[in-house]
């Protein structure tokens, strides 16, 4: 199992101090925290993209590059690379890219994105959400798995002869997980082509995740893709720790209390109870991380949210140091021992080049999707 | 037949007129049920005791504890009763609120009676003019004949006037009530488009 830390970008007035980082400020925390994640031993970090203040992460791509450079093992991933608005041209060239850069240490996580007016900056509309996420998931899908494209489709021009370059690394193009709070139909998209389904599983309550994921796997083993409690799950979560959950409770409760998102409204006690939010020791982190299986089953991948609602730099590394040091070395030992046989783990480049290298050679072909 | 009555009142104050308004209508429902040989199983949402969870709900974009509890009341229900005060010309803002984060189509079909409650008679076509055009937006099916009580209503001399139309849009309610098929909502989540529907657009 993966274990790491997704961050959106966000650029929030720290309300403890009154201190606004700059987006330069920001932009090199979050490499500081993509560093600090691998040297405290997480598996994952996984960038966001946003067009709109008060986001600094309009670029994924160069920022996975940039850490890329400054790490050995840590695998790079989005929360998400938004399918809806990036022409998938650009996503397929972008992360084929950035995976000969990296050496392959490069999936990506597609959503829609919520904001409406960010679609028209991008010649979209909001109500054409799903669509979009299909058409371009379908184009961007055919762009890495096939030489030369002929394509015509509703939301970008047609392309005659188009090769995508470069190619994705060894021919195996990044693994693909979805994202999505509640529509149905990105889970049966996920299911449909055997990619990863990642639940967000933060800030709504967990029986949103719960039907999400029962659809997808469901689903996944409609499509032949294997049983369904094989399908490739991904969570979010929430956590805030000190060594005793009372200075927990005590140090994050004035930045949950004004937090974007879910601020002004329910106490934080309250939102613990109602989402997976957990503001505690260790021991309670690894306790209610553990729950998460009880309602949708072995899964591949959990990353954490930590450096929201402007937590500053030096909290958001000790959190990292608790979680590299006490919370993911118990979670990954009780995760494995619970894990039912036959379940695997997340795809990596490796495993998908291997499992290409096995399979028989496919007819190399145009194709030609309307 | 048993026919599950929903009443969503808006009354502030304990006891509220809007409140007392409320179970005058659901009596009124259950007696028009039974006359057709039916009974009603009344079920009662007190906004006011929603009114944190409501304002939580406007800000994280979901329903909690008592809230959901209510709204699952609401959609399992086979009819409604919704009753506000009036203030500043209208329904009152709590009411309101839980009528907008009813999710889309919740309400469709549903056979709805209206009633509002005022200091006085002078606000009466509220009813007409805000009440009825939000549930028509709902898609709910609103029953002819609203009810409107003002503090002379509640034992002044047009009284009987008042009690008689309390029984005609009690009548109507279990009418359509009875006449409606039993509401199947669909479910997204086990009646999911397959794959090659949404590509195809």
Do not use: C
Not at chain 1, 224 to 253: C, K, P, W
Not at chain 2, 48 to 61: I, S
Not at chain 2, 124 to 145: C, K, M, N
Request: hydrophobic share 45%.
């Amino acid at each position: 199992m993966q274990f790491g830390i997704f961050t959106v970008g966000d650029v929030t007035t720290d309300p403890t101090t009154g201190h606004t980082p700059s987006e330069h400020e920001r932009i090199k925390n979050t490499v500081a925290i993509a560093k600090k994640a691998e040297e405290v031993g997480l598996d994952v970090v996984a960038f966001g993209q946003h067009h709109n203040p008060p986001f600094a992460a309009s670029s994924p791509t160069t920022t996975m590059a940039y850490v890329a450079a400054q790490t050995e093992r840590i695998l790079l991933s989005t929360a998400t690379t938004l399918i809806t608005t990036t022409d998938p041209v650009r996503i397929a060239e972008d992360y084929a890219q950035l995976q000969h850069l990296a050496d392959g240490r490069v999936d990506l996580m597609l959503g829609r994105g919520n904001t409406g007016p960010v679609y028209p900056w991008f010649g979209k509309d909001i109500r054409d959400g799903i669509a979009l996420a299909v058409e371009n998931y379908a184009l961007l899908r055919t762009l890495w798995d096939t030489d030369v494209v002929n394509w015509e489709g509703k939301f970008r021009t047609p392309l005659q002869g188009f090769t995508s370059t470069p190619r994705p690394l060894d021919g195996v193009a990044p693994f693909v997980w979805h994202g999505s709070i509640r529509s149905p139909e990105i889970a049966e998209q996920a299911a449909y082509y055997g990619d990863g389904f990642f639940s967000n599983h933060i800030f709504w309550p967990a029986s949103h995740t719960q039907q999400m994921v029962a659809l997808y796997r469901r689903r996944f083993e409609h499509y032949g893709h294997g049983t369904a409690d094989q399908a490739i799950v991904g969570l979010g979560g929430q956590v805030y720790m000190a060594r005793n959950s009372q200075d927990a409770v005590r140090e994050f409760r004035p930045y949950f209390d004004v937090a974007p998102v879910y601020g002004h409204g329910p106490s934080l006690e309250d939102f613990m109870e109602q989402t997976p939010l957990t503001v505690g020791s260790p021991q309670q982190v690894i306790e209610r991380t553990l729950g998460f299986r009880d309602y949708v089953g072995d899964y591949q991948r959990q990353l954490f949210l930590v450096d929201h609602a402007g937590l500053p730099l030096a909290t958001v590394l000790k959190q990292l140091d608790m979680l590299g040091e006490e919370v993911v070395p118990v979670l990954r030992r009780e995760f494995e021992a619970l894990r039912a046989p036959g379940v695997s783990d997340a795809p990596t480049h490796a495993s998908l080049l291997a499992a290409r290298q096995t399979a028989p050679v496919a007819a190399e072909s145009e194709a030609v999707a309307v | 037949m048993t026919r599950s009555i929903a009443v969503v009142s808006a009354g502030l104050s304990n006891p509220s007129s809007t409140r007392l308004l409320a179970d005058q209508l659901a009596t009124a429902v259950d007696v028009a049920l039974r006359s057709h040989g039916d009974a009603a199983d009344i079920h009662v949402v007190e906004l006011r005791e929603l009114a944190h969870p409501l304002a939580d709900h406007l800000l994280t974009g979901f329903a909690s504890g008592a809230l959901a509890e209510a709204i699952e009341t609401v959609r399992a229900a086979d009819g409604l009763i919704v009753v506000t005060p009036v203030f500043a010309a209208s329904y009152s803002g709590l009411f309101k609120m839980f009528f907008e984060v009813l999710e889309k189509d919740l309400l469709r079909g549903k056979p709805v009676l209206l009633a509002a409650t005022a200091g006085t008679a002078r606000h009466s076509l509220v009813l007409e003019h805000a009440l009825r055009p939000l549930f028509s937006y709902l898609r709910a099916v609103t029953v002819p004949t609203a009810v409107f009580a003002a503090t002379e209503d509640f034992g002044g001399t047009g009284s009987t006037e008042f009690t008689s139309r309390i029984a005609t849009a009690a009548g109507e309610l279990a009418d359509l009530v009875i006449g409606a098929p039993r509401a199947v909502l669909a479910d997204p989540f086990a009646d999911v488009t397959p794959f090659d529907q949404l590509l195809k657009g």
